[in-house]
């Protein structure tokens, strides 16, 4: 069965540091590209970021850039997000997502994890 | 603010056709660029619903179609049943976003 298991989710300060992790199996972890989409409370789907499947080529969503920073063992079949400089803003549930492809264009996600919730709150 | 409009809600009683109409721009649907769907069923992850605008992955019943046209999509529900009562998204690939990746503000469908 494929499936993607997020963990990490935590309140913390603002201005604070979190890591995300995403397990994922029942599939080639590296031949796809993988997401990051977070969702605010009461509020849309938004895109934070993916990752090719060798790493090596990475895109940001503007409201993150510059403060998250994506990454993957294909060792370990593992998708990271590494969050410094929280706000309250990024308060949300955060999903991993598989992509259909390994590359980083105009693709879709066929496959979501269930979540982890980031509070960032004093 | 997303660059892919959809009406916040629509509603329909069981049996009838719904629609969910995503408006974008020449530089994400307008640009060729293909439209997926999801559905987000309350209290769960989205599920991919239609890809490449008009694909249903498999197990996704035949009354869930899309469709694709200029800078607009459109997803419609026929024969509307209680169980469709949740929100649904569009998705696409914007070239003038640094992150390109985006989503359509949203649809919650009731059912009457």
């Known amino acids: 069965e494929v499936q993607l298991v997020e963990s990490g989710g935590v309140v913390v300060q603002p201005g604070g540091s979190l890591r995300l992790s995403c397990a994922a199996s029942g599939f080639t972890f590296d031949d796809y590209t993988m997401h990051w989409v977070r969702q605010a409370p009461g509020k849309g789907l938004e895109w934070v970021s993916l990752i090719s499947w060798d790493g090596g080529s990475t895109y940001y969503a503007d409201s993150v850039k510059g403060r998250f920073t994506i990454s993957r063992d294909n060792s370990k079949n593992s998708l990271y997000l590494q969050m410094n400089s929280l706000r309250t803003e990024d308060t949300a549930l955060y999903y991993c997502?598989?992509?259909?492809?390994?590359?980083?264009?105009?693709?879709?996600?066929?496959?979501w994890g269930k979540g982890t919730t980031v509070t960032v709150s004093s | 603010q997303s660059v892919l409009t959809q009406p916040p809600s629509v509603s329909g009683a069981p049996g009838q056709r719904v629609t969910i109409s995503c408006t974008g721009s020449?530089?994400?649907?307008?640009?060729?660029?293909?439209v997926h769907w999801y559905q987000q069923l309350p209290g769960t992850a989205p599920k991919l619903l239609i890809y490449g605008n008009s694909n249903r992955p498999s197990g996704v019943p035949d009354r869930f179609s899309g469709s694709k046209s200029g800078t607009s999509a459109s997803l419609a529900i026929t024969g509307l049943q209680a169980e469709d009562e949740a929100d649904y998204y569009c998705?696409?690939?914007?070239?003038?976003?640094?992150?390109?990746?985006?989503f359509g503000t949203g649809t919650k469908v009731t059912v009457l």
């Open positions: 997502a598989k992509d259909s492809s390994s590359g980083y264009c105009c693709n879709y996600m066929d496959v």
């Open positions: 020449s530089s994400n649907i307008g640009a060729g660029y293909d």
């Open positions: 998705q696409s690939y914007d070239s003038s976003l640094s992150g390109r990746y985006v």
